[in-house]
């Protein structure tokens, strides 16, 4: 089991900036990469961004070119860096993790509690 905990959500302006952490302990060692995923109210969870643990990035088009994903290995932390944030970024962000089979897909298998970013236009 790999257990992921999540950090830094909050309430901020439009155009402003928020950092999100999530800390993964347990089997780590079986996981490819970790990325963040995000539901806002009445609508379906989405993927936002995700890395490997080789640094391979993949993001949202509605976030490229203003959120920037990336990790410390060592620590098996991975950052979600939200710049220029927009009231429709406002959602329940949560981390997740996967192996390598699953990743192609988009498919993760461990799951954070969730985090709320509120952006106030």
């Known amino acids: 089991q790999v257990q992921l905990v999540e950090s830094g959500g909050g309430l901020v302006q439009t155009g402003g900036s928020l950092r999100l952490s999530c800390a993964a302990s347990g089997h780590t060692f079986s996981t490819y990469a970790m990325g963040w995923f995000r539901q806002a109210p009445g609508k379906e969870r989405e993927f936002v961004a995700d890395?490997?643990?080789?640094?391979?990035?993949r993001y949202a088009d509605s976030v490229k070119g203003r959120f920037t994903i990336s990790s410390d290995n060592a620590k098996k932390t991975v950052y979600l860096q939200m710049n220029s944030l927009k009231p429709e970024d406002t959602a329940v962000y949560y981390c997740?993790?996967?192996?390598?089979?699953?990743?192609?897909?988009?498919?993760?298998?461990?799951w954070g509690q969730g985090t709320q970013v509120t952006v106030s236009s």
């Open positions: 997740a993790a996967t192996d390598d089979s699953r990743w192609y897909r988009y498919e993760y298998d461990y």
């Open positions: 890395i490997t643990w080789t640094g391979r990035t």
